[in-house]
């Protein structure tokens, strides 16, 4: 099985990129789809590059303000076909969103977890290296990513801690929104105020406690925040601040602020976001 690389086409000058730039591009083809769950969103595609393995291994999760009507695992494919070609397999999750029957509080975090722990039992039939891990994620997906490294800090009461976390060994998060208080005290992100409430769950005493990565800290897991400069979904603020309570906390967090590119940009190959994204994935798994 030979892979070629992603071809880098234009990307618009003088203007942050728009979804359409994106995904007018002709679309890669994932290696596989399995199934978690009898919903169409409890799937994984698994991207593998040339060579029988174990191929050193990324895990994927996409954004859309954790609404499934916004995005699927779809808006990845670009990005998980530039990692496949550059010799890292992909394992590009997908989840219920709380706009979807069975997501929001508990369901959206039991397929994500759900999905992170087939990694590991799937691993042999397709020729993973499960023994190190980097998961990356981007804007709702990067809370999601740095929540699955977060799993073993979970409370002992809360209903997602059960099940066997799969070990996350470094996460590199794209314009994510890891804490979900600063993001629903924010309006003016992207995502708005009311899917936050959503999310986390409505009526609990403390939905926080086992939903927000910053409630959770120290996670005890590496941490690369890329930023586009240029970002107009998520406040810079929101990351800036998450970092300094993870460094507080003692985790090691470091910033990546990419100037003149975008939200779209940070998943788009070709960009000098996602350039750094993949820079840090592939430092990640040396």
Known sequence: MTRSAMPTLAVPSGRPMAWDDLTNRPRPKFDATIAYGSDAMQQVDVWLPAGKGPHPT????HGGCWQSAIADRSLMDWAA???RAAGFAVWNIDYR??????GGYPGTFEDVATAAE?????AARFGLNPNRIVAIGHSAGGHLALWLAARPR?????????????RIDHVVSLGALPDLEATAANPDNGCGSDVVAQLVGPGRADPYSDTSVARLLPIGVPQDLVLARE???VPHRLSLDYAEKAR???DTVTLHIVPDNGHVE?????TAAWDTARRLVAAALR
Request: proline share 10%.
């Open 266 to 270: 940070l998943v788009s190959p070709g």
């Open 154 to 166: 979970l409370p002992a009461a809360s209903p997602l801690a059960a099940g066997e976390p799969t």
């Open 58 to 61: 990324v895990l994927m999760v």
């Open 97 to 102: 969103g709380v706009d979807r029957a069975g």
């Open 231 to 233: 970002d107009r979904i």
């Open 118 to 122: 087939l990694l590991a039992s799937e």
């Open 81 to 83: 076909a530039d990692l």
């Open 248 to 250: 507080a906390a003692g």
